[in-house]
């Protein structure tokens, strides 16, 4: 099939849902049952009228009413089976059919680290209908999926998973990315336009963060933040101001910075209202900690801000601590820590750095055993939600072995050990709250006037 599109159309791939339905076809053609089953049978596939179906659904009659996507699918269909070398076996109506019942079922296979990289169909996980506030997720280990409750699930319960990205900033967003599933969503959050606040204040699964980086189970029930600073209007006029700007990817340190002083003043109605989770203000300040973090003039100050997103946006915005993105959240906490660490252990930590504030917390810290503590954080949420292949927790398990095999740190590790057992021992609870919490948080409060420092209008 590849050869012949190399041939025609001097191409050595294609599109992804091309070859997800190249793939139903040949499988079929081929006798596949479950195939059958799944999307329709053979007899079906050709034409006929009586063949039977297969159990998914594919919103045909909600396709066709996009006249572009109907025009795409065809074109599509028609590229599958001629590629395929399958013009004479299957009808190009009912090949489309096939796809709409892939688009309407198949996930995006969104990874945490490299994006978007391709779809995953399986008929029972398809079953799964769309919530904005859904009971379960679904993370992707290599070429496995895991199907995660995201609170605690009755029986009984319905299980519903996120279609789209769960931190898409509104109402609106979410609707739009939900548009070819053909279903207005009636999720309590859409419901009442609710914004990331309100949305985690009503989440059952709120009380999970007791044991997360941000345990303050009061302050995600009753956020600092001040509303009436900034009208529901102007929220989206920021969002709609912040996307005409162009984006940082691939710039310069100094173009970044540019760009990201401008971000920061259409952001300011959300800065005064203390509202750091609704976007565009975290993307603002978590590319800017991305930038800084491959900046040897700014490398330190990125730390700060990675540690104030996941202790003062990520709950709020995905409120299950275990999900892959606050995990990755905290791995990079702690890659900057072992720079930062030895960085003070050599002393050129008050070299690199300006700020007081930071170089008297991190001067007072004990990096290694933040460090360690939040590994073992996320060897806690992260290791049984995962079939072991994913390669951010396997570094996070070399790092603490790395550090376990540091001398003189006995007494540190065997109270890290503890709490890892049984987070509620009370000694060991107020030791990571001291040793990792703490200091965390310290360096998180810093964030907010190092973001004025550097992006404020006196610069
Ligand atoms: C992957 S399927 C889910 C399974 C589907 N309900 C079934 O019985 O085959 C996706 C389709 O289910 C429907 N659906 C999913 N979530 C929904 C929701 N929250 N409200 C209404 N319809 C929904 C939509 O038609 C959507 O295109």
Redesign the pocket.
Known sequence: MFGRVQQRAGKDWLPTPVRALAQVLIRLKAGDQAVAETFGSLAWAKGASDGERG???G?VE?FKKHDQVWKDFEIQATGAVVYAGLENDFSIPRAREILCKIQ??AFNRLDPDAGMTGIYLDPVL??????CMPSAFVSFDQRNAVLRAWRDIKEGDEI?IC?VDVTLPNKAARQEALKL???E???PRCKDDLDVYQACQIDPALPLNSLSIQPDLEKLRNPPIDRSKVSKEQLDAIYEAWKTLPTTEGRSEAEHMKIARKRWEICKPLVEARMWAIEPLTTTIMQLAVCWQLSFKMVVYALPLLCFVSTECDPFKVVTPFLPWRIKGIVTIVQMLALTAELTASGALARRCDHEGLVGTLATADQVTMCEGLLRLVMKQGGDSNTGGWHVLKQAKAMLEDIEKLPGRETETAMLRVWEKDPEDPEASAFFHDQVIKPITTLASLAPEILEDKLGSKK
């Open positions: 159990i998914l659904d919103n909600g309407t079922n398809a079953m799964a209908n769309h919530s519903t279609y599933y053909h279903f969503c009636r999720c």
